[in-house]
């Protein structure tokens, strides 16, 4: 019989959940496994893999015994917690050269992120746009801080971690461009203003900005903006904004 309360929460701390008890495992580099697991859920993992998560270029020769401790352990307290389903709870398998972990659709945060940002996006390209928000920042409210941010990330979480924040980061933006066709132009203020905080050298965001204060009657201070943006790019990377910024200056200014 499946264990329909199991989730495993990724997109922040990462989390293990049965029903309301918190399971996950307290050993760092335990963790570490378990993240690459759910990073690449229904699929194989080499054991190289993990190895050069763990260790990088330089694992010590026990490596291989003792990911295979490791694994062990994570058995042990899907065992003990019940995390897996069916009478002989099998989650975690063994796969010559490494382990899959087994999981249902929708038990691990990152699957309803990937539809919901899949759907909006559909949605987005359709022109239905008050769907396409709803489903984006469905999507983006999954997101309780960075992925995986309780984990230590070695070379191969650190490359899936970059990923997931560009997606994240995609989908912000479509999120964004829906709701300007729909007019919340004044909704967006707010926000843009953090998210320009956030991200001083994305001149998406700035452009963004400038173009909501002035459609709220606001052109100085989406002048001002543009001024911002100008000498941070000056300072950090000794450039000026994109010809698509310097032409909505123009207009401002006009």
């Known amino acids: 019989m499946e264990n329909q309360d199991v989730t495993f929460v990724t997109l922040g701390s990462l989390r293990v959940w049965n029903g309301g008890r918190d399971c996950t495992p307290k ?3 335990v963790l570490q496994v378990l993240a690459l697991l759910l990073m690449r859920a ?7 893999s993990l190895i050069n998560e763990l260790w990088g270029d330089e694992p010590p020769r026990s490596a291989l015994t003792t990911i ?3 694994v062990y352990q994570l058995r042990r ?5 019940g995390l897996g389903d069916g009478a002989d709870g099998n989650m975690l398998i063994t796969q010559s050269p490494g382990y899959i972990l087994r999981l249902r659709p929708g038990q691990v945060d990152l699957d309803s992120f990937a539809e919901l940002r899949r759907t909006g996006r559909a949605h987005f390209m359709q022109g239905n746009f008050a769907e396409a928000s709803a489903n984006l920042r469905a999507a983006l409210a999954l997101w309780t801080e960075n992925a995986l941010a309780n984990v230590k990330l070695g070379p191969q979480l650190t490359a899936h971690v970059v990923d997931l924040q560009e997606q994240r980061r995609t989908a912000l933006q479509m999120a964004i461009e ?3 066709e729909l007019g919340m132009h004044r909704e ?7 998210t320009v905080a956030q991200y001083p ?10 173009q909501v204060l002035d459609r709220c009657g606001r052109r100085s201070d989406a002048l001002g903006v543009y001024h911002h943006l100008r000498r941070t790019l000056g300072d950090e990377l000794g450039i000026d904004p994109s010809p698509e ?10």
């Open 42 to 48: 229904n699929r194989a993992v080499q054991t190289e």
């Open 188 to 194: 967006l203020v707010g926000e843009l203003r953090s």
């Open 178 to 180: 829906a709701e300007l």
């Open 201 to 210: 050298l994305d001149e998406w965001f700035h452009q963004r900005l400038m």
């Open 77 to 81: 307290l899907i065992e003990r917690e």
């Open 68 to 70: 295979q401790t490791y």
């Open 245 to 254: 910024i310097q032409e909505l200056h123009r207009q401002l200014l006009e």
């Open 27 to 29: 050993t760092p580099k």
